[in-house]
């Protein structure tokens, strides 16, 4: 009798402890995260979700992938470096300007008037942006030096215009002597 006594402590015991390992191994492939469990061996609990992987942390109230993107300003940024800021926003600054707290594509970019051109194919006169490279200011007004004179502050329409006393004139089709304009090509005598 005491060996079957002894018999049956071990099977009790010998049961007892493969639940115990069972459960024991069952709680480590399983572990709570928000509202379901993970596997710790090939998966990561990042604000009580489940991602696959390994490799997942927290920047600030965002999850993201450590091997693929970087934790910037509290941002999780794709690659393996943060960029700089501008504004509310990261940019390039090998390929974007930053003006006014806004990212621009390009390099060569200003501020007219308070707002951003760029200088590649925009100019800045009078606070006032323009299309084109060639813009002048003339008096309170500006022209395009490509296709327009200024004489005396006054804009003309036509390259070459020349002061003439107090006045301006076109030597293409006009003469100037002695401060004084005439139509057409006049010799002016001394």
Same mark, same amino acid.
């Given at each position: 009798?005491?060996? #079957? ?8 015991? #010998? ?9 024991? +191994? ?7 995260? %928000?509202?379901?469990?993970? =596997? ?19 920047? /600030? ?17 794709? %690659? ?9 926003? #990261? ?22 008037? %308070? ?50 006393? =107090? ?10 002597? /002695? ?9 002016? +005598?001394?």
């Amino acid at each position: 009798m005491n060996r #079957f006594h002894i018999w049956i402590a071990g099977a009790v015991l #010998f049961v007892t402890i493969a639940l115990s390992v069972s459960v024991i +191994a069952a709680n480590q492939s399983c572990i709570p995260c %928000g509202d379901s469990c993970y =596997d710790p061996s090939k998966q990561s609990c990042c604000q009580g979700q489940v991602y696959d992987g390994l490799h997942w942390g927290v920047c /600030k109230d965002a999850c993201y992938n450590i091997e693929k993107q970087v934790c910037c300003n509290g941002k999780p940024v794709n %690659g393996t470096r943060c960029l700089p800021t501008c504004g509310d926003s #990261f940019y390039n600054p090998i390929t974007q300007s930053c003006c006014q707290g806004e990212p621009k594509d390009g390099l060569l970019w200003g501020i007219c008037g %308070g707002k951003c051109y760029d200088l590649t194919n925009e100019t800045c006169c009078n606070n006032q942006i323009y299309p084109g490279t060639g813009w002048q200011k003339c008096g309170d007004t500006c022209y395009n030096k490509n296709n327009q004179s200024c004489c005396l502050g006054v804009v003309y329409d036509g390259k070459g215009y020349t002061k003439c006393g =107090d006045t301006c004139y076109n030597p293409k089709t006009e003469s100037c002597c /002695k401060g004084k304009v005439s139509e057409g090509k006049v010799e002016c +005598a001394y």
